[in-house]
């Protein structure tokens, strides 16, 4: 079965820092989103990738599909304290519609 | 913006009882789906529904677990006899269509079952 791996579980930054996350699945994906998730609320749909080497932005972050579709990283430029969250890959695991997780990637920007 | 609602935002409930979780989702949407997350855990796929029928199911739905859409803008989980194991945040998500469209999420319903 399909997994993804998020890295790192954790990141702290300081407010204007830039930072990056990174999502690798065990198989070939055939679609990649990235949600964000306040704590003990639902997700929020940032972006979704299919392409192979697509890249996409929106605001201050930015998603990339890497060309192996195996591989997505989110970078932010900037941070700023809106940006915390917890960020979750989710992959789409064979055009069903039918998602899987990564183990998120929780985020903390200090002013 | 639409949005996907869910109520209740938390229920509390004893083990064995029925618990019915509702859902409306994006009224353009074809597809529904209910979600898990264990405390500290992975977000898990439990059931997706396209034209009054389960479509794909994990092994977690088992046969305590139904889902219906009883009029044209619900869309409910049933769990039959809530077990301890039950207790977990349970998301609704609804797309437009399968392929190039993503999954709309609602913001939970808290399921703590003592």
């Known amino acids: 079965s399909q997994e993804l791996e998020q890295s790192p579980q954790s990141l702290i930054v300081q407010e204007g820092k830039n930072l990056t996350i990174n999502c690798t699945s065990s198989?070939?994906?055939?679609?990649l989103y990235w949600y964000k998730q306040k704590y003990g609320e639902g997700l929020i749909f940032l972006m979704m990738?299919?392409?192979?080497?697509e890249e996409k932005s929106h605001e201050k972050i930015t998603a990339k599909l890497d060309e192996k579709k195996q591989q997505s990283s989110l970078h932010i430029t900037a941070s700023q304290p809106s940006h915390a969250g917890i960020y979750l890959c989710?992959?789409?695991?064979?055009?069903?519609?039918?998602?899987?997780f990564g183990q998120g990637t929780t985020l903390q920007v200090k002013p | 913006e639409p949005e996907v609602t869910q109520t209740p935002s938390h229920q509390v409930t004893q083990m064995g009882q029925e618990v019915i979780l509702r859902c409306v989702p994006i009224?353009?949407?074809?597809?529904f789906y209910w979600y898990r997350q264990i405390l500290g855990q992975k977000v898990e796929f439990l059931v997706s529904?396209?034209?009054?029928?389960?479509?794909?199911k994990s092994e977690i739905f088992d046969d305590q677990f139904s889902v219906e859409r009883p009029d044209g803008s619900n869309f409910t989980l049933k769990i039959r006899s809530t077990k301890l194991e039950d207790s977990a945040m349970y998301f609704c998500?609804?797309?437009?269509?399968?392929?190039?469209?993503?999954?709309?999420f609602g913001n939970g319903t808290r399921l703590t079952v003592t």
């Open positions: 998500a609804s797309s437009q269509g399968w392929d190039n469209s993503p999954l709309h």
């Open positions: 198989k070939t994906l055939y679609g």
């Open positions: 990738l299919q392409k192979g080497g």
């Open positions: 989710g992959a789409d695991t064979g055009n069903t519609g039918k998602l899987i």
């Open positions: 009224s353009n949407h074809l597809y």
């Open positions: 529904f396209y034209n009054n029928e389960i479509s794909e």
